[in-house]
T-cell receptor
């Protein structure tokens, strides 16, 4: 079945440092979504990428979808303590007319002040 | 807009007992999902409804798990009998449509502990 892996599993940075998490799918995706889950919380939708090579920015966050639509990345510039949480990518492969979202393994980010 | 409502927030049961979780999605969202999230892992899809019909239950352990969505709105997920490995957070999510990719809105989840 479809697998979505993320690296690294965990990263600890000092506030102000940059952070990147990478997402790789075993199959070609129709779209990819990114979610943030704070400790003890639930996943919150951040963004969706649909086009090959697409790049989107949200303030200090930059999201990229690979040319082959099998990988993606999330880059945070100048991390803040509010960025703490686990970041999940979730890939969708269209099948039988409905979207089936498979979540990645997640990258846990810890930011020290 | 009101979010996805789930109850209860926490539940502790003994193995072999039964338990049920309830979810009320965002009004107008046709698609409803139940995910299981084991500590330290990503959410795993259990079942997906479009209105009141099941579109994907391939990863639902049907010998012990069941789910229904009456009238295409609220949904319940039941486990009977529970096993120790069912300890997890059960997340309900909804989205506008399954054919068009939309972000999911998740509820706060039900944390189940099986002892």
């Amino acid at each position: 079945g479809q697998q979505v892996m993320q690296i690294p599993q965990y990263q600890h940075v000092q506030e102000g440092e940059d952070f990147t998490t990478y997402c790789n799918s075993s199959t070609t995706l129709s779209n990819i979504q990114w979610y943030k889950q704070r400790p003890g919380g639930h996943p919150v939708f951040l963004i969706q990428l649909v086009k090959s090579g697409e790049v989107k920015k949200q303030k200090r966050l930059t999201f990229q979808f690979g040319e082959a639509k099998k990988n993606s990345s999330l880059h945070i510039t100048a991390t803040q303590t509010t960025d703490v949480g686990t970041y999940f990518c979730a890939g969708s492969r269209l099948g039988t007319g409905f979207q089936k979202l498979v979540f990645g393994t997640g990258t846990r980010l810890l930011v020290s002040p | 807009e009101a979010g996805v409502a789930q109850s209860p927030r926490y539940k502790i049961i003994e193995k072999r007992q039964s338990v049920a979780f309830w979810c009320n999605p965002i009004s107008g969202h046709a698609t409803l999902y139940w995910y299981q999230q084991i500590l330290g892992q990503g959410p795993k899809l259990l079942i997906q409804f479009q209105n009141n019909g099941v579109v994907d239950d391939s990863q639902l352990p049907k010998d012990r798990f069941s789910a229904e969505r009456l009238k295409g709105v609220d949904s319940t997920l039941k486990i009977q009998p529970a096993k120790l490995e069912d300890s997890a957070v059960y997340l309900c999510a909804s989205s506008l449509d399954t054919g068009i990719p939309y972000g999911y809105t998740f509820g706060s989840g039900t944390r189940l502990t099986v002892v």
